[in-house]
């Protein structure tokens, strides 16, 4: 076996050129939120109906396209030893794919009609979430190949969410002002727009393929693309118990993320009174996000990444508990519910920065037990994982809404609804929250001697003779 390249120690070159990976990606990614919906029924005139079967569609397809192209990458690099790495590439491949089939979804069904326009913009949609992937899958598994310590991946886990951070606020800037200018019905704007975000994710993206470096790949002259199977995964489920322990967090935190974003506004409106709440809600948590972004490796430094991933899920959980039985003995303050609320969802979240540094850990983990070093198909997979959890969570918040008895075409709701409100929205988070912490805390099973196998055979495979520098 033998490595693709021998630097030592990361570099801030190697963080920015990270950082730009998400940053990147979320240029396009961040108009398929709000900003798509209008965009489908207001602009196209898409039927409600024919939506929702478009969605589901999709979504099938967004869940499933993650293991799919991992597997792709680990096969053609099994095959071909590419001297340039494992997983750069792709992004050089997906970079011009990512921009143009986003320009192509915002523009080109806006220029037909009926069922045509459905037809084409389906095309689209599917041709979008396939670059996008193409992208996304060797930019995050891309992490498992620069870093080699727990500071150094939870420091890539922050870069990488400082890009994210970045890259989803940039385009929500842009392209409501340009929908303000044109109209929201006008189809000029949204073109426009997505050539704009299209253009500068195509120049982030390149650079993070320009100033990254895959450092941990190894290229065994054995291994045979035969021998790697999309069934591969089912063997990592059976022996990858830190693997496991990924995708149920995966699952929790994505459901909560997904739960509480579809039921705040419901907690300010009926609860709190006053729903203009929401803005400082956002202006408290982004400061509070990055200094968690900023703190991170210096803790991951100090206790290791998994206890301090799993002290942030406790110490969220615990805020979450508190805050709900306040809730539930006395009317509380909306400032002090806002500053309690943001604490909760902000330290906890901190298991959402970091966790990428985890999966990195169980690849490594993975090549000890099966021999195997599949990035891309564990990456894929604890995708579909947090997929699942945002289907979860998108799905059971309207249906829990009316298990409450909301009823939306009242002046006020009753007292029990509104104490059903407090239960989805302040006790849902601390069970999904412990949730996740019971994944790191009785799942994850990688111990010290673990880690000194690990490196042993990190070790054994950089003394080997390199394939290519």
Avoid at 37 to 45: G, H, I, M, N, P
Avoid at 235 to 259: D, E, M, S, W
């Amino acid at each position: 076996m033998g490595k693709i390249t021998k630097k030592d120690g990361l570099t801030k070159k190697h963080w920015i050129g990270y950082m730009m990976g998400d940053f990147g990606g979320c240029m396009t990614f961040a108009l398929m939120g709000s900003i798509v919906t209008v965009y489908y029924v207001d602009v196209l005139k898409i039927n409600v109906a024919t939506l929702a079967v478009l969605l589901l569609i999709w979504n099938i397809w967004d869940a499933v396209n993650d293991p799919i192209m991992g597997t792709i990458m680990d096969k053609m690099f099994a095959k071909h030893k590419n001297k340039q790495g494992k997983f750069r590439p792709w992004l050089l491949r997906s970079t011009p794919l990512l921009a143009v089939t986003s320009i192509a979804f915002w523009t080109v069904p806006t220029f037909f009609e009926g069922t045509t326009l459905i037809c084409v913009l389906f095309l689209c949609k599917i041709l979008y979430e396939a670059c996008y992937t193409m992208f996304n899958i060797p930019m995050g598994s891309l992490l498992s190949a620069m870093a080699n310590t727990d500071q150094e991946r939870a420091s890539l886990s922050s870069a990488r969410g400082v890009g994210s951070m970045i890259g989803n606020v940039i385009p929500l800037m842009i392209m409501p002002q340009l929908l303000k200018i044109y109209g929201e019905t006008n189809p000029k704007g949204y073109g426009i727009g997505a050539a704009i975000c299209a253009s500068i994710g195509f120049v982030v993206c390149f650079l993070h393929y320009y100033l990254t470096e895959e450092r941990n790949i190894v290229a065994d002259k054995k291994e045979d693309a035969a021998n790697i199977k999309v069934t591969d995964i089912l063997g990592v489920f059976k022996k990858n118990r830190p693997f496991i322990a990924l995708c149920v967090h995966g699952i929790c935190i994505c459901t909560n993320q997904y739960v509480a974003s579809t039921l705040g506004m419901y907690m300010y409106k009926d609860v709190l009174g006053d729903v203009g709440l929401m803005t400082y809600t956002g202006i408290i948590t982004t400061p509070f996000m990055v200094l968690i972004l900023i703190s991170g490796p210096i803790l991951a430094k100090k206790f290791g990444l998994e206890k301090t991933i799993r002290s942030s899920l406790l110490i969220g959980a615990v805020l979450y508990i508190l805050l709900f039985a306040l809730h539930m003995i006395m009317t509380v303050n909306p400032w002090l519910h806002i500053i309690l609320a943001s604490l909760a969802s902000g330290i906890s979240t901190m298991s959402i920065y970091m966790q990428w540094g985890m999966v990195g850990e169980a690849i490594d983990y993975n090549e000890v037990v099966t021999g195997k070093r599949t990035e891309g198909s564990i990456y894929g997979t604890f995708n579909l994982t947090r997929r699942i959890g945002q289907a979860i969570g998108n799905s059971s918040a309207v249906l829990m809404l009316s298990w409450v008895g909301y009823n939306a075409g009242a002046a006020a709701q009753s007292a029990g609804t509104i104490n059903g409100i407090k239960v989805l929205c302040v006790l849902l988070p601390a069970i999904f929250t412990i949730g996740s912490w019971a994944a790191f805390k009785f799942l994850w099973n990688i111990t010290p001697e673990i880690r000194a196998q690990i490196a042993e055979r990190k070790a054994a495979n950089k003394s080997s003779p390199d394939v290519s520098v």
